[in-house]
T-cell receptor, first 110, second 117 residues
Framework: GDSVTQMEGPVTLSEEAFLTINCTYTATGYPSLFWYVQYPGEGLQLLLKATKADDKGSNKGFEATYRKETTSFHLEKGSVQVSDSAVYFCALGSNYQLIWGAGTKLIIKP | GAGVSQSPSNKVTEKGKDVELRCDPISGHTALYWYRQSLGQGLEFLIYFQGNSAPDKSGLPSDRFSAERTGGSVSTLTIQRTQQEDSAVYLC???????????????FGSGTQLSVL
């Protein structure tokens, strides 16, 4: 069945560092792909999404490109801030469901 | 309301007691989901509603868990005879049609933190 594998955390970086959080998936067909973020004390919210191969989703300085050839949707940001500290979830849309990765906790130190 | 509302935000109960968790989705959203998030873990799917019916309840861990939705709106998740392993954050989400495969996003509530002593 469909599945999502995500980089294990926690990931600890200094402010202004470059961020990559890896996400790969297994799916039949070409699902929509999503990154959701959960800030401390808040609910999950959509960060960005992509619907087809080579699409790039972007929001708040974060980017992820839908790579069909490597079945990946890695999350990147060029310069992280302390306020980016959160848990990040990769997910794929499968019919009425979202198939979730395990989440990656990101800690940014000033 | 403007977002998905869950209540209570925190619930502490004794082992063996029953609990009810409530979710009030965004008005007009036909799809409603319940998830469970244990400490440091990902999201575990519990049940999906489309309107008042539940076409997929495959994620409910045992027959102690049940959920209903009335009027195509509010949903309650009931856990009977709670056990310590039920301790987790229970998240509710809603979406307009229930089709994330076609790019639709889910809107999440802030969750109910359940602690079973």
């Amino acid at each position: 069945g469909d599945s999502v594998t995500q980089m294990e955390g926690p990931v600890t970086l200094s402010e202004e560092a470059f961020l990559t959080i890896n996400c790969t998936y297994t799916a039949t067909g070409y699902p929509s792909l999503f990154w959701y973020v959960q800030y401390p004390g808040e609910g999950l919210q959509l960060l960005l999404k992509a619907t087809k191969a080579d699409d790039k989703g972007s929001n708040k300085g974060f980017e992820a490109t839908y790579r069909k050839e490597t079945t990946s949707f890695h999350l990147e940001k060029g310069s992280v801030q302390v306020s980016d500290s959160a848990v990040y979830f990769c997910a794929l849309g499968s019919n009425y469901q979202l198939i979730w990765g395990a989440g990656t906790k990101l800690i940014i130190k000033p | 309301g403007a977002g998905v509302s869950q209540s209570p935000s925190n619930k502490v109960t004794e082992k063996g007691k029953d609990v009810e968790l409530r979710c009030d989705p965004i008005s007009g959203h036909t799809a409603l989901y319940w998830y469970r998030q244990s400490l440091g873990q990902g999201l575990e799917f519990l049940i999906y509603f489309q309107g008042n019916s539940a076409p997929d309840k495959s994620g409910l861990p045992s027959d102690r868990f049940s959920a209903e939705r009335t009027g195509g709106s509010v949903s309650t998740l009931t856990i009977q005879r709670t056990q310590q392993e039920d301790s987790a954050v229970y998240l509710c989400a809603s979406s307009y049609q229930g089709s994330p495969a076609t790019n639709e996003k889910l809107f999440f509530g802030s969750g109910t933190q359940l602690s079973v002593l």
